[in-house]
């Protein structure tokens, strides 16, 4: 993991237990260094043991840890110079949820080896959603669900609670599927009754061969998944790329979700 998840524990645990609880505690837990570089790769264990040592010095368990570290997060990257990323990712807490993937991404222009996370908006309502939060990661699911509270009360007022309901795992990766509810109607500016809802007349229309040289990358795909039509980029890859399945020619890496017509199409908001 990159180091700017661990420099952020640190400061998590200089605010609230002392500045000098941090040498103690990477002591107690046999780390070497004290110090660690925000875009430096550092072993996976390292968070893990730092709070498994908090954990037998407060009472206070590790999953209680992990969300107030997840709480304090969001604080210490808007000090750090994320706030004004973090704040133009939507004009509500759904869209925001949404683009979150999009945030990872763009992350890696700095984070190179970044292994991201992927978030799913599964269903929602005026004062309910469901969220699915895919990671190969064990160990993060209650630090997520404490950046999900700072971040809806940080950048949108909402004061949420988040409750884990589910969790598959499939392959290497880990499905979490989060509650979050809130009193109040409606999560920013959005109308959550109609935003979905198709228009009842359709405007002027635009002809295939208008529309698709628009576009470098393309592919059209039917129910079976099938490569009905591809953009002449792609078709300069691989000839043969029409006619075929999508399966036979492409792998999707993210985000993790099976590949089918039915969920991919679920996914529209995502980047793959």
Request: aromatic share 14%.
């Amino acid at each position: 993991m990159y180091g700017l998840l661990i420099v952020g524990v640190q400061h998590f645990i200089e605010s609230q237990f002392g500045v000098d609880s941090w040498t103690r505690v990477v002591e107690k837990a046999g780390l070497g260094s004290v110090t660690y570089q925000t875009q430096n790769v550092y072993s996976e264990t390292v968070i893990e043991r730092v709070l498994d040592v908090l954990t037998d010095e407060t009472g206070l368990s590790l999953d209680e840890l992990s969300y107030q570290s997840g709480l304090y997060f969001v604080t210490f990257t808007t000090q750090y110079g994320y706030k004004k990323l973090l704040r133009v990712q939507g004009r509500d807490f759904i869209n925001f949820l949404r683009n979150l993937d999009n945030l990872h991404e763009h992350l890696r222009f700095s984070y190179p080896k970044i292994r991201p996370p992927s978030f799913f908006v599964k269903s929602k309502s005026v004062n309910k959603i469901e969220l699915v939060y895919s990671s190969k990661r064990l160990g993060f699911v209650h630090y997520v669900r404490g950046q999900l509270v700072a971040l809806a009360r940080q950048f949108f007022g909402l004061d949420i609670r988040v409750d884990l309901i589910g969790h598959e795992r499939e392959g290497l990766v880990n499905h979490f599927t989060y509650e979050i509810i809130h009193t109040k109607n409606g999560w920013g500016t959005v109308d959550l009754d109609t935003e979905d809802q198709a228009p009842t007349e359709w405007g002027a229309t635009i002809q295939q061969d208008e529309f698709f040289p628009l576009f470098s990358f393309f592919l059209v795909l039917t129910r079976d998944l099938r490569i009905k039509k591809a953009s002449s980029s792609f078709v300069k890859l691989d000839p043969h790329m029409e006619g075929s399945y999508f399966v036979d020619k492409f792998l999707i890496a993210r985000p993790y979700i099976d590949v089918s017509f039915e969920v991919v199409s679920r996914h529209t908001a995502c980047i793959f």
